[in-house]
């Protein structure tokens, strides 16, 4: 049985990874932050819950420069981040797996930055749901103290959580991944430590 639903898996992955070498961006730069977007944050705070559901409308580059700027962007001359780090240590990467690819953020250039050109959003899921995703983002901590990568972590799901609150997105924080399978796929480093995912999609039209 587990050997069916991991074949069963591998052919979605290959189906699902076959993007057109030319599809595939190496850099994705993203357009910059809808400063005056979203709904007031009490608002938001109010409609905030998680969601394991899913349309197909797809997130596009201006919504997913607002979520990766509410996660972990600058929002300072200085480099500081929209969520506070311990000591300033900014030890926190945030991955998107989405269709065409894995990319890191670098909050710096707020750009993406291919690390693997297949789809690998299955590759999160220990659930049926993650599936209908269209964005899972993956929180890394880069530094040997794993404890405050927690939090700054809780930080960046929480910044988006809201951020999708205000703007209608659906999400999802998943503790339930395959964190071997993912740090192979992400070429992470000895030192990365995968925290938590959170998947992302538009509501099912109603
Ligand atoms: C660290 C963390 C890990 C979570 N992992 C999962 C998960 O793997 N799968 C899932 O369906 N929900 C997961 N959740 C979502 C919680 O189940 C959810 O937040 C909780 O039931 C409260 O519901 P609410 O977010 O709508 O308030 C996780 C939440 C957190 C904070």
Redesign the pocket.
Same mark, same amino acid.
């Given at each position: 049985m587990k050997k069916c639903l991991m074949l069963f898996f591998g052919a979605l992955l290959v189906i699902a990874s076959t993007v057109r070498a030319d599809e595939i961006q190496k850099e994705v730069i993203l357009p910059e932050p809808d400063y005056e977007g979203g709904r007031p944050l009490m608002q938001a705070l109010r409609d905030?819950?998680?969601y394991?559901e899913f349309g197909v409308r797809r997130i596009d580059e201006q919504n997913l420069a607002d979520i990766l700027w509410a996660a972990n962007g600058v929002n300072r001359p200085d480099g500081k981040r929209t969520i506070p780090t311990a000591r300033d240590s900014r030890a926190l990467d945030v991955y998107v797996l989405k269709q065409g690819g894995a990319y890191r953020y670098n909050p710096d250039r707020h750009i993406l930055e291919l690390v693997n050109p297949a789809t690998l959003r299955y590759s999160a899921a220990?659930?049926e749901f993650v599936q209908q995703a269209d964005v899972v983002l993956v929180y890394v901590s880069n530094y040997e103290n794993h404890e405050t990568g927690g939090m700054h972590a !809780?930080s960046a799901?929480q910044n988006v959580g809201l951020y999708c609150a205000s703007a209608g997105i659906n999400n #999802? #924080?998943? !503790?339930?991944?395959d964190r071997d399978m993912l740090r192979k796929e992400l070429h992470l480093n000895d030192n990365d430590y995968i925290l938590?995912a959170q998947a992302l999609g538009w509501p099912k039209k109603k």
């Open positions: 905030r819950h998680s394991r220990k659930q !809780g799901y #999802v #924080v998943l !503790g339930m991944i938590a």
